[in-house]
């Protein structure tokens, strides 16, 4: 078997986890086959080349619309495409990430269209739209349930299969960097999805963006540490709060790395989705009437 292509089951031989290149980090992510389902392209192209000679693959299911995600999608041609409604029209229609990530006529926006380009990526026909507590059974033996998490993106999904209980959790995905920052996040969607990741009966866990976790125990421990870099986040921006009388604006707490600790080389990008994500943060403060409006900004009530 190749080196990128790990089986996850003693018990259950067609589900394997596939290695992104480069560990997986952006603009490379993971991938999970079961039978002849792949879900998520963004393992790289080379990679998707080697792992269609070794499966037919016949079915590919989309976690969400981030390029990452979704950028071997113009390497199938006679697959079905399969992704929750909410995020078939960006996957359908690329151009569109422009606005959603909130980039139109910004560098990071010029930097989006040339990764596209770069990765030549292309708009796909979704054949089938997939929904929440949907099951797919595929074989004889697996049986995959689709997990409407959003918060991520408005369509994002997580998948659980029930029987080997290996769950694939997409941008749930517990790295340092939770991500709510294209128009369509939420983050109280977010935070209500990773609790019901925290419900399930799981055994194995895979996300986008790191290893496999094994163990129930574990595997819960990750998404405790992952809810509290939420919280975290929430206590800097208050920081901010109690260190003024002023009237705050997200756009206030730009470039103070309060999401992201460290600016890396997309660092034009990260300072807007920075500001979205630390709008949410207001959004929710406001609604639990932590701070309240003043001016045109936000004060502590
Ligand atoms: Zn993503």
Redesign the pocket.
């Known amino acids: 078997m190749e080196d990128f292509v790990k089986p996850l089951s003693e018990e259950f031989k067609n589900i394997f986890f596939i290695k992104g290149a480069n560990k997986a980090r952006y603009p490379y992510?993971h991938s999970i086959l079961l039978g002849d389902y792949l879900i998520d392209t963004g393992i790289s192209h080379r990679l998707l080349i080697r792992l269609k000679k070794l499966f037919p693959i016949k079915n590919i299911i989309l976690?969400?619309?981030?390029e990452?995600?979704i950028s071997g999608n113009s390497l199938f041609k006679d697959v079905k495409f399969y992704c929750h409604l909410q995020d078939k029209p960006v996957i359908e229609d690329i151009e569109k990430m422009v606005p959603y990530y909130n980039v139109e006529n910004t560098i990071a926006g010029d930097e989006l269209k040339s990764f596209l380009k770069t990765f030549l990526m292309r708009d796909i026909k979704v054949d089938y739209t997939i929904e929440d507590n949907q099951t797919i059974d595929i074989g004889e033996h697996l049986k995959l349930k689709i997990l409407h998490t959003p918060g991520?993106?408005a369509g994002?999904c997580a998948f659980y299969e029930q029987n080997s209980k290996i769950a694939f959790f997409?941008?749930i995905?517990l790295t340092k960097y939770p991500?709510y920052g294209n128009i369509d996040a939420s983050l109280t969607e977010f935070e209500k999805s990773i609790e019901r990741l925290n419900n399930l009966d799981i055994e194995t866990a895979i996300t986008?963006h790191r290893e496999v976790i094994n163990g129930e125990k574990r595997i819960k421990e990750e998404l405790e540490k992952y809810k509290s870099i939420l919280l975290e986040r929430e206590e800097r921006i208050l920081t901010y709060f109690s260190e003024t009388k002023n009237p705050i604006r997200p756009t206030d707490l730009k470039n103070k790395n309060i999401i992201y600790r460290k600016y890396t080389a997309f660092k034009d990008f990260e300072l807007i989705a920075e500001v979205l994500m630390i709008e949410k943060h207001f959004d929710k403060f406001h609604r639990n009437e932590l701070i309240i409006t003043k001016g045109n900004g936000y004060i502590l009530n």
Do not use: A, L, P, Q
């Open positions: 992510s976690s969400h619309w981030h990452d995600h991520h993106t994002h997409g941008d995905d991500y986008g």
